[in-house]
């Protein structure tokens, strides 16, 4: 085991690894998608652009970039293609919702070469946030995931309300399962699991990705998506790496939520992700800092305060410029 060091360097957590926690993490970024969806505010798209341009030099792989949904219900992305054209010519590291064929067509004009649908594990959020039911909903995700991979783009598939509903209320690990292997099956490369209302606690997430692997789904195609809502989001990232999981959706500056759930609020912060996962040793190679000033950045045009604490926490780098 690796001895901690003595002195850390200055902003940093000691480092004190543990045994059978995997030696590698994928931060899956999603503030200027899931994150920004979620704002009141309209942000222009240069400051997107810059946004995720910072989020990439600090080291993240993968910065889900914008959605392509009616802008009639998502105004805050109606600029989709333009932060695509912003973004250089190599899109693979930008993933893109895509909520319907519409969505596809639009994401392939404009070059995408990754693509994420989305599915909800019970048949009220679908109806409410789809407008359709759950059954229809996963036929028409899949539909669209085999026209996706026939053009040559990878995709990743989203499943919104695993661990609780605000109007069904208990969510069956089973029937969350059911819902990913059909993603699987058609050629989604991962799914993420949901947590959308936060409601989610340690014991639930070993329940969660037991009835996955009980289905013969593995461990390296999950990914686990938590909000903070009731404060579990850190401890539930724990529980997932126990379990084997090596992929975490965070959020700059823990912005967003879900605009469709009135209870969802902020997402997991990046920032207190890479925090715990340093201090556990595990490796990520993002520089953490420069996720803090990214964040700050982008909190500044919101107008509003960091919901992250190592943000707040680390207050020299929040309010230095740049």
């Known amino acids: 085991m690796t001895t901690a060091p003595a002195n850390p360097p200055p902003g940093l957590p000691t480092i004190h690894p543990e045994t059978g926690l995997p030696g590698r993490v994928t931060v899956y970024e999603v503030g200027a998608r899931d994150g920004l969806q979620a704002e009141q505010a309209v942000v222009p798209t240069a400051e997107k652009i810059k946004f995720i341009g910072r989020l990439r030099s600090a080291g ?17 992305l109606a600029d989709a293609e333009a932060v695509l054209a912003g973004l250089g010519p190599d899109l693979a590291p930008y993933p893109v919702l895509v909520p319907n064929q519409r969505g596809l067509d639009r994401a392939l004009d404009a070059g995408a070469r990754s693509v994420a649908v989305f599915v909800s594990a019970t048949e009220t959020f679908a109806q409410r946030n789809l407008n359709m039911t759950r059954s229809a909903a996963i036929d028409a995700a ?10 040559g783009l990878t995709v990743r598939g989203y499943v919104s309300m ?11 690990p089973g029937a969350v399962a059911e819902v990913s292997g059909s993603l699987i099956d058609a050629g989604c490369y991962q799914v993420s699991l949901g947590d959308t209302i936060g409601v989610g606690t340690t014991g639930h997430v070993g329940r969660i990705i037991d009835a996955h692997l009980s289905l013969g789904i593995p461990a390296d195609t999950l990914a686990l998506h938590f909000h903070d809502t009731y404060g579990q989001a850190l401890a539930n990232v724990h529980a997932g790496l126990r379990a084997g999981i090596t992929t975490y959706d965070a959020s700059a500056g823990g912005i967003g939520g879900c605009p469709f ?7 997991l912060a ?3 992700l890479l925090w715990m996962l340093t201090g556990l040793g595990i490796a990520t190679g993002v520089d953490m800092h420069a996720v803090v000033a990214a964040g700050a950045a982008m909190t500044r045009v919101l107008g509003k305060r960091t919901q992250s604490r190592v943000a707040a926490a680390l207050s020299c780098d929040v309010n230095r410029p740049g």
């Not at 993968?62 to 105004?75: D, H, K, L, M, N």
């Not at 695993?162 to 069956?172: I, K, N, R, S």
């Open 162 to 172: 695993c661990f609780g509903d605000p109007w069904e209320g208990h969510v069956a």
């Open 60 to 76: 993240l792989q993968i910065v889900e970039a914008t959605s392509f949904v009616s802008p009639r219900w998502v105004p805050q």
């Open 270 to 272: 990046t920032e207190d």
């Open 261 to 267: 759930a009135g209870s969802a609020t902020g997402n």
């Open 142 to 151: 899949l539909q669209v995931t085999t026209a996706a991979l026939e053009n």
